[in-house]
């Protein structure tokens, strides 16, 4: 971002860049999975607020229920390339002033890896969630050290902010749980129809937000986050891919540098209808603009549709090019090892160097797929199936054998105590 124009994205966010702390942790279940908010690492989760399920079995597209929840958790914990969940898809089976909190629960007792809400929109939903929370980590002071917990709200583009929402984040905030707010603003429809114009009314939103935050509790660990599109001109719906996205990406990771604090940055979340073409030229190019430029947090895995419609498949094949892109932008090491000028001596002209000691040594480095398609012209003419039908099977396999780390099980009425104290007493 040019010098000229500094001065309109740094005034109101002096206060905020003092106060919010630039490095701290995501804390698991498992202390060894806790990811370290320090702009040297690129975090991928599961997308978030979806409401249909592409059902496994029969392939026909349903509402979205608890039992998805869990299973979702249960096969992103699997997942080596997910490294913390979002609430992937709403509970519509449970009550809409409690849903938030068993989702909360589904996924600690599914999996080890830290959770990330964007479900808890009130006051006393909040306070629920943080008592939840403080319970996994073993009370309020241990949960300040290691949140076991963290929560993203969303704006509502242009330059409002949704009351339950920031009460929500002042609850979460005085507990010492990490907070983020998201801009969606869209091109020409809530957002000017410029990407720069777009970009400040969102910066605006996101500002505005956490500055409050760090106004009530000074010091809180806040994050920038960010999901902004250009609405499609023949229908003014969100888009969930194209070029402005890919850019929003890249931008949007340079304001949060600006202020010095973590981003989660939506990446993935295609618009396509199924896993095919059109997802992989959204996912992979959003992906590889956030990634490059080292946003902390990405979402968007495994949905559809626009963040509508989860897909199991789609969720496999996203893991497979978040595995590419972490690679690439790895680049290349160079070193006396790497160079193997040794080897190349020793193999010399016309040979080969599948016999060297160097070989088998870093064999096992080189990226070998799960799903891309490297067989035979012959056999794929024989057999027909792809990708999709092998991440399709994956999951089944998942779900019929990874069991996940146990959650004790005083712990869990714990936590059953806490959703029934909030279902007794809404708001």
């Given at each position: 971002m040019g010098e000229v124009y500094r001065p309109i994205f740094s005034q109101p966010g002096r206060r905020l860049a003092k106060k919010a702390p630039k490095v701290y942790p995501l804390a698991a279940r498992r202390p060894e999975q806790d990811l370290h908010l320090d702009g040297n690492h690129v975090y991928l989760g599961t997308d978030g607020c979806g409401v249909e399920v592409q059902d496994l079995n029969s392939g026909v597209r349903r509402r979205s229920r608890l039992q998805d929840v869990a299973e979702i958790a249960r096969v992103a914990d699997s997942l080596p390339a997910i490294a913390f969940h979002w609430v992937a898809v709403s509970a519509q089976d449970r009550?809409?002033?409690?849903?938030?909190?068993?989702?909360?629960?589904?996924?600690?007792?599914?999996?080890?890896?830290?959770?990330?809400?964007?479900?808890?929109?009130?006051?006393?939903?909040?306070?629920?969630?943080?008592?939840?929370?403080?319970?996994?980590?073993?009370?309020?002071?241990?949960?300040?050290?290691?949140?076991?917990?963290?929560?993203?709200?969303?704006?509502?583009?242009?330059?409002?902010?949704?009351?339950?929402?920031?009460?929500?984040?002042?609850?979460?905030?005085?507990?010492?749980?990490?907070?983020?707010?998201?801009?969606?603003?869209?091109?020409?429809?809530?957002?000017?129809?410029?990407?720069?114009?777009?970009?400040?009314?969102?910066?605006?939103?996101?500002?505005?937000?956490?500055?409050?935050v760090e106004c009530a509790y000074?010091?809180?660990?806040?994050?920038?986050?960010?999901?902004?599109?250009?609405?499609?001109?023949?229908?003014?719906?969100?888009?969930?891919?194209?070029?402005?996205?890919?850019?929003f990406?890249?931008?949007?990771?340079?304001?949060?540098?600006?202020?010095?604090?973590?981003?989660?940055?939506?990446?993935?979340?295609?618009?396509?209808?199924?896993?095919?073409?059109?997802?992989?030229?959204?996912?992979?190019?959003?992906?590889?603009?956030?990634?490059?430029?080292?946003?902390?947090?990405?979402?968007?895995?495994?949905?559809?549709?626009?963040?509508?419609v989860w897909s199991y498949e789609q969720l496999l094949l996203d893991c497979e090019l978040f595995d590419i892109i972490a690679r690439v932008v790895a680049g290349i090491p160079v070193d006396e090892e790497n160079l193997a000028l040794e080897t190349i001596r020793a193999v010399g002209p016309g040979g080969n160097y599948l016999s060297q000691k160097h070989t088998l040594r870093y064999m096992r480095e080189r990226w070998v797929p799960a799903f891309m398609d490297r067989r035979p012209i012959e056999t794929w003419e024989e057999q027909r199936e792809?990708?999709?039908?092998?991440?399709?099977?994956?999951?089944?396999?998942?779900?019929?054998?990874?069991?996940?780390?146990?959650?004790?099980?005083?712990?869990?009425?714990?936590?059953?105590?806490v959703i029934a104290l909030a279902e007794q007493n809404p708001a």
């Open positions: 009550p809409k002033e409690s849903r938030g909190l068993h989702e909360l629960k589904a996924i600690w007792e599914n999996s080890t890896k830290h959770v990330q809400t964007e479900s808890i929109y009130s006051e006393a939903e909040a306070e629920a969630a943080v008592e939840m929370a403080a319970i996994i980590a073993g009370g309020r002071d241990a949960l300040r050290q290691r949140p076991a917990l963290s929560i993203m709200q969303c704006t509502s583009s242009p330059l409002s902010q949704d009351g339950g929402s920031l009460e929500a984040a002042l609850v979460a905030a005085e507990a010492g749980i990490p907070v983020g707010f998201m801009t969606m603003a869209s091109c020409t429809t809530t957002g000017p129809a410029t990407l720069a114009g777009t970009l400040a009314v969102g910066n605006a939103e996101v500002l505005a937000a956490l500055t409050l000074p010091g809180a660990p806040v994050f920038y986050a960010a999901a902004q599109t250009s609405a499609d001109l023949r229908s003014g719906a969100y888009t969930g891919g194209g070029p402005e996205d890919f850019l990406g890249g931008a949007t990771n340079q304001l949060a540098d600006f202020y010095n604090i973590p981003l989660s940055m939506g990446s993935f979340a295609t618009g396509a209808k199924s896993p095919d073409w059109q997802a992989g030229i959204d996912n992979s190019l959003s992906t590889f603009m956030a990634a490059a430029v080292m946003s902390d947090m990405l979402l968007g895995a495994g949905l559809l549709y626009g963040s509508r792809g990708p999709i039908d092998w991440a399709r099977h994956r999951a089944h396999e998942i779900l019929a054998s990874h069991e996940p780390e146990p959650l004790d099980e005083k712990i869990s009425r714990e936590l059953n105590k």
